[in-house]
């Protein structure tokens, strides 16, 4: 993981820095804000690279007035942002017991009655049995003393057992004649109808009596019970979206204010500049300037080949102040503002990087500035998103034959029958919005957090890499050992040969490119350094340096 500090620390030509040099300003003449904005100007408009700020942080000594002011500014922003981020909170815990309700409904008892339909007679049995416990859990559990499980104390040893394993054939012929139930169950083994208990006199008659009675609840509350699963379903449903789609807005919302507390929230200098009854201040301002990329060709050892690399020259500029707060006069509407004036430190470095290490380079810096509202909410968002495709476009795909072929064949599978054979990726989503335009309608939002296919082909990548760890040698002929007789050592010998062989015929195509290859990457860095020198001289004549 590449960071900013291990950087800063490199050595000249070590790893990534090609260049380091510093201007020291200490003339009243030079106020911060100027020498900010020509910075800013030269980098972005001379140069035309490409200029962002990576950081911007500040510290006051305690007892000035700039100290005071800010902590005010700062207070007020915050008190709006804890609001707002109670709010998100509490929508963000209500998306998590929804989503809960709705799994638990979805797949402990809707997918039961579906399974209870099923033609195959193991499936719509044991779906059967998975009801008669959840009614005996969720409903029958109800009726206190009475409760089935309960009059097993009454000495009804038997009565669970019997429920679990009589039906009466009249009431259950009668399900499944309305579609409720499929006539596979009447066909399994195990199935015995309750007379056959009554008649052999296996169980006694007042057991039997109450059974029966338990069996006609029972059938009456699956003949009701998934019309109202089905309705419950699809409310849960509605008002899921609902609450995503309001944590959305929210977020909107919040990250403005989290990221403006967290600006100005001041830095701890730990530096004898900070003296706690002077009106000074340490502020710290770091710019990024990239170039374009350039693709360099290089010899991959791991590989034996040669690969393409993608590198970014990065110019490094970081304004290090310590300065005099100094309130200065405006307008009637807004009396005073400060300005600074005092030493400034100018840090000039210029870094070649890949573009994984860069791209990597910048995520972690925007992770450190909305670190809260990150973890809040941007991260939760992604850890739902297999959660909500699977509520609201796994229905989708299974009602819409096109959309159900587009999914089978870009997965390569012959049957989609469960969420758990869809891997949701933004590549999948893009097939499928070619079927159906309104494939993602109100749910657009959540291709910024679906993985790409090339990003789970990457984990798969890293977990397969993990496991190679033993050599090509001691994976295809183990047996070779110091204790090994003669034969074998000589047959090890012969093997280890031709593997070498083999590593010095790739080494030899590298040596014969190698000169070739070095000039390209030394002109490269000689181009940063140029344009690194660049900045420097620039800065230090416009400053009224000698050059």
Not at 119 to 137: I, R
Not at 182 to 206: A, D, G, Q
Not at 254 to 260: G, I, L, V
Not at 418 to 442: A, H, Q
């Amino acid at each position: 993981m590449v960071s900013l500090e291990e950087l800063r620390k490199e050595n000249l030509g070590e790893k990534h820095k090609v260049f380091e040099s510093k201007i020291i300003l200490d003339d009243p003449r030079y106020r911060l804000e100027s020498i900010y904005f020509w910075l800013l100007d030269f980098l972005r408009d001379d140069l035309k690279l490409n200029v962002s700020k990576i950081s911007d942080e500040f510290g006051g000594s305690f007892g000035s007035v700039f100290y005071t002011d800010i902590v005010r500014r700062a207070q007020s922003i915050l008190t709006t942002a804890r609001e707002i981020g109670g709010l998100l909170n509490t929508i963000i815990k209500s998306i998590v017991d929804v989503s809960n309700s709705y799994r638990t409904l979805v797949f402990e008892r809707l997918h039961k009655f579906e399974d209870l339909k099923s033609d195959n007679p193991e499936k719509s049995y044991t779906a059967l049995k998975a009801l008669k416990s959840l009614w005996l859990d969720n409903v029958d559990s109800r009726k206190g003393t009475y409760a089935l499980r309960n009059l097993i104390k009454a000495g009804y040893s038997t009565v669970i057992d019997l429920f679990l394993l009589a039906e009466d054939g009249e009431k259950l012929n009668e399900l499944i004649s309305k579609g409720i139930a499929n006539k596979s169950i009447l066909n399994h083994p195990s199935y015995r109808e309750i007379s056959y208990y009554e008649k052999n006199k296996i169980v006694n008659e007042r057991v039997i009596s109450l059974v029966k009675t338990r069996l006609a609840e029972f059938y009456g509350w699956l003949e009701e019970s998934e019309k109202y699963f089905k309705e419950r379903a699809k409310y849960l449903k509605a008002y899921l979206l609902h609450q995503v789609n309001s944590l959305i807005y929210y977020l909107e919302i919040a990250k403005p204010y989290f990221k403006a507390a967290r600006a100005l929230k001041q830095k701890e200098y730990n530096i004898p500049d900070i003296v706690k009854g002077f009106e000074s201040a340490i502020i710290e301002i770091t710019l990024f300037a990239t170039d374009k990329e350039k693709e360099l060709t290089e010899w991959d050892k791991d590989k034996k080949d040669f690969i393409k690399k993608k590198y970014i020259p990065l110019f490094e500029v970081n304004i290090i102040a310590r300065v005099r707060p100094t309130l200065q006069a405006i307008s009637v509407e807004r009396t005073a503002m400060y300005t600074y004036i005092g030493r400034i430190d100018i840090e000039y470095r210029a870094y070649v990087l890949t573009r994984e290490e860069y791209d990597e380079l910048v995520a972690n810096k925007e992770i450190e500035d909305i670190l809260y509202i990150q973890g809040m909410t941007e991260t939760f968002l992604e850890g739902i998103t297999d959660v909500i495709c699977n509520v609201y476009l796994y229905e989708k795909v299974i009602s819409n034959s096109k959309l159900l072929e587009t999914a089978k064949k870009f997965l390569n599978k012959d049957e989609i029958t469960s969420e758990r054979d869809i891997v949701w990726t933004k590549e999948l989503v893009k097939e499928l919005e070619k079927v159906d335009k309104n494939f993602l309608k109100g749910l657009e939002w959540i291709n910024k957090y679906l993985p790409s296919k090339e990003e789970l082909e990457k984990k798969e990548e890293k977990k397969e890499e993990e496991k190679k760890k033993e050599n090509t040698i001691s994976l295809i002929f183990p047996i070779a050992k110091p204790a090994a007789d003669i034969f074998k050592s000589l047959l090890y010998n012969i093997f280890e040969f031709i593997v070498t062989y083999g590593k010095d015929i790739s080494n030899i195509r590298y040596s014969t490119s190698k000169k070739k290859l070095e000039k390209e990457r030394g002109d490269f860095i000689d181009d940063v350094k140029k344009k690194a020198w660049l900045i420097f001289n620039t800065s230090k004549k416009s400053f009224g340096l000698v050059a």
